[in-house]
């Protein structure tokens, strides 16, 4: 009895943490294996097609973020980290990778090659 007891606290004190670090999930599931994520994406667009096409949007949607903007000068880059954001005078825009090591050294270099002098 008093065996059952210790062990009934134990487990009282495990069971909130293996919540938190999903361990008994891990352990268990499936008979000790583990689920892994396919480690390549598909070759295919139909993912970003279907995506797309169940995006609600009432102005513009932005291809590359299916974000929903007013104008398509308007969209964001998808990886502000690692993209500058340059607008064109026409309504556009362009992300390119960031260039250089000052801020704004990408859309310096962009508008130099649309001088063509780059």
């Known amino acids: 009895m008093l065996l059952q007891s210790l062990l009934s606290a134990l487990m009282l004190l495990i069971l909130p943490a293996s919540a938190q670090f999903q361990f008994f999930e891990q352990m268990f599931n499936q008979g000790g294996q583990q689920q892994q994520r396919p480690q390549n994406a598909g070759s295919d667009s139909a993912w970003y097609q279907q995506r797309y096409e169940d995006a609600h949007c009432d102005k513009y949607l932005c291809p590359h973020t299916l974000s929903c903007v007013h104008f398509p000068h308007h969209c964001p880059c998808a990886f ?32 130099l090659a649309r001088k063509g002098l780059l």
């Not at 309504?91 to 801020?103: P, T």
Request: net charge negative.
């Open 80 to 111: 502000p980290e690692v993209e500058d954001k340059v607008e064109f005078g026409d309504g556009s825009m362009a992300c390119v990778s960031k260039g250089g090591y000052k801020a704004g050294e990408a859309a310096r270099k962009v508008e």
